[in-house]
């Protein structure tokens, strides 16, 4: 927990715990520590997590996807691993990994997104030269993917338009509610960064999410029905051909927070105010002001928040457990997600397969047959998670929509 140092402290807590010699400047997780100290001990959190990325041999090194959100964590990250490079360099003369940096530009559908974000992301560049920049917008998932979105929701009008952004802003207003919308845009931004990824070959992603964000997802896809792939939402990857790793996994949002603002210059400047209080790779849901708009992703996250001021050890254990987690041995032919992409097991059914589909049991295949009478037109299955999302999906000809609770 993250606290001013108070003036009554004992002798003892007036010398940082670490070094023994500086003022302690925050008390973190119940230690008196200097400033110096503090911000070597986040900066540690998350070199260690690049070990595997240290200068080896010859060898020539990797470019690494850094996605940026212009919030607070994924700047850190930014400001941490372009300082590791600087060091490697230093030392060695050369580094073990390269940098693309890519922010998807998701204004206009996402309302904690940065309205400007050119500018920012310009500056960025500005204080981090060296490294690889790309900007692009969310619509652009429909080129880069190669499957087809437009086969997973019903028959729509905008899906057929020639407007990549129409065509997004008719796909999200098909969805029956705040949660689904929600959902389905973090999986498609998902889906478009790994896909940018492959596209540059890049042999991984560094997701800048903190143990303050990947509880908030480890409880919100779980509520939402993907507790069976917690292994590939919040752990780190190493079997798919594009690895995943979140270096800030140790790392709690309050501390990113004050790292940011006790370094000199403070990042401040190079955050967007809109997801300045954001620690994952991109911006979490922003609470809405009706209980009734209130998106899951928006409840865990007020939970998470209010539980961390008190027990941050409570919040470490959920990621520490959830990270235990091992996904299943992969079988030849296992179809995967037609959404999320991840692996659906075909031979148990999952929760529809020991009867807790609910109404989705009978659309575990394609939720789209069930939605005002449109039959679907694809072919891939669909995890729970995803089928309880599209579930209720209105095609362009529908007048009304079934909602889904």
């Known amino acids: 927990m993250l606290q001013p140092r108070k003036d009554e402290d004992t002798m003892e807590e007036r010398v940082c715990k670490r070094c023994r010699h500086n003022p302690p400047a925050v008390v973190v997780r119940s230690e008196h520590i200097c400033r110096d100290c503090f911000t070597r001990y986040v900066a540690t959190k998350a070199t260690k997590r690049m070990e595997s990325y240290r200068v080896r041999g010859s060898s020539a090194p990797q470019t690494l996807l850094l996605p940026l959100s212009l919030g607070v964590s994924s700047v850190v990250l930014l400001h941490l691993l372009d300082a590791h490079l600087r060091s490697q360099l230093a030392r060695m003369n050369r580094t073990g990994y390269e940098l693309h940096v890519l922010h998807v530009d998701a204004s206009g559908f996402e309302s904690g997104a940065p309205l400007e974000p050119s500018t920012l992301f310009a500056k960025i560049q500005e204080t981090y030269p060296g490294h690889t920049y790309s900007l692009i917008p969310l619509s652009q998932v429909f080129s880069h993917d190669n499957t087809s979105l437009a086969d997973l929701f019903p028959p729509n009008a905008h899906l057929q338009t020639d407007s990549p952004t129409t065509r997004l802003a008719g796909l999200l207003s098909s969805l029956p509610s705040p949660t689904s919308r929600v959902d389905t845009l973090c999986t498609l931004r998902s889906r478009l960064v790994q896909a940018f990824a492959r596209a540059s070959h890049c042999?991984?992603?560094?997701?800048?999410?903190?143990?303050?964000?990947?509880?908030?997802?480890?409880?919100?896809?779980?509520?939402?029905?993907?507790?069976?792939?917690?292994?590939?939402?919040?752990?780190?990857?190493?079997?798919?051909?594009?690895?995943s790793h979140y270096p800030l996994r140790d790392v709690l949002r309050p501390e990113l927070l004050l790292y940011s603002t006790l370094l000199s210059p403070p990042l401040t400047h190079l955050l967007s105010s809109s997801t300045s209080s954001s620690s994952s790779s991109f911006p979490t849901a922003t609470p809405a002001v009706s209980v009734r708009n209130t998106t899951i992703d928006a409840l865990m996250a007020a939970y998470v928040s209010s539980v961390e001021k008190a027990y941050p050890s409570v919040v470490a254990n959920v990621v520490r457990t959830a990270?235990?987690?091992?996904?299943?041995?992969?079988?030849?032919?296992?179809?995967?997600?037609?959404?999320?992409?991840?692996?659906?097991?075909?031979?148990?059914?999952?929760?529809?397969?020991?009867?807790?589909?609910?109404?989705?049991?009978?659309?575990?295949?394609?939720?789209?047959?069930?939605?005002?009478?449109?039959?679907?037109?694809?072919?891939?299955?669909?995890?729970?998670?995803?089928?309880?999302?599209?579930?209720?999906?209105?095609?362009?000809?529908?007048?009304?929509?079934?909602r889904t609770p």
């Not at 659906?344 to 020991?354: C, M, N, Q, S, T």
């Not at 679907?376 to 000809?397: H, I, N, Q, T």
């Open 203 to 243: 042999p991984a992603i560094l997701w800048a999410d903190s143990t303050t964000r990947l509880a908030e997802k480890t409880l919100a896809e779980t509520a939402k029905g993907r507790g069976g792939s917690l292994p590939w939402l919040v752990s780190d990857d190493h079997s798919s051909s594009v690895k």
């Open 323 to 402: 990270a235990k987690l091992c996904p299943p041995a992969p079988v030849d032919g296992e179809a995967a997600c037609g959404l999320c992409r991840v692996p659906v097991g075909r031979g148990d059914g999952g929760l529809h397969g020991i009867g807790w589909g609910g109404d989705q049991a009978d659309t575990h295949s394609d939720p789209r047959s069930a939605t005002d009478g449109e039959e679907g037109g694809g072919d891939e299955g669909f995890c729970y998670g995803c089928a309880r999302s599209l579930l209720g999906a209105r095609s362009s000809s529908s007048s009304t929509a079934r």
